[in-house]
C-alpha cells in the first residue's frame, strides 16, 4: 500500500483525537464493524451524548462517515480518507476490540432501540 504524506498540522489533529481512549477505541472498533450509537453504549460507562459527541468530532474529522437507515444513524471508518493510512498504522498497536464487539453481538442492543 502506497503511504501517502500528510501536513503537520492534519497529522496532529489526528493524533490529537486518537490521543482519547473512548475515540481510539470507536475507531478499533469500527475497523471491524460498523456500529450504531446504541451498540456503543453497551461497552462505554457513558451517556449516549457523550459517545454522540466523540463521533461528532471523528466525523467532522473526515475520519468516520455515517449512513442513516430509518431514523438511525450507523458509524463506519472512512477507508477514503488520506490519512487512513495513519490510522491503520496507529491501530496496529491498539489492543483488539473483539471482546467488545462480542459483547456487542451477545447484548444486541439493536433490539431494544430499535436500530
Not at 85 to 108: A, C, F, R, S, Y
Request: net charge neutral; with cysteine.
Amino acid at each position: 500500500m502506497l503511504k501517502s504524506v500528510v501536513d503537520i498540522e492534519r497529522s496532529a489533529n489526528i493524533l490529537k483525537l486518537l490521543g482519547d481512549k473512548t475515540r481510539l477505541s470507536i475507531v478499533a472498533m469500527l475497523k471491524q464493524r460498523e456500529c450504531c450509537v446504541c451498540e456503543f453504549l453497551e461497552v462505554f460507562e457513558m451517556s449516549q451524548p457523550s459517545i454522540s459527541q466523540h463521533l461528532r468530532k471523528l466525523k467532522d474529522a473526515g475520519m468516520v462517515k455515517e449512513e442513516r437507515r430509518g431514523q438511525w444513524i450507523y458509524y463506519s471508518l472512512n477507508q477514503q480518507i488520506e490519512v487512513y493510512g495513519m490510522i491503520q498504522d496507529i491501530l496496529e498497536h491498539v489492543p483488539d476490540q473483539t471482546e467488545k464487539i462480542k459483547m456487542i453481538e451477545k447484548n444486541n442492543p439493536t433490539l431494544r432501540c430499535g436500530c
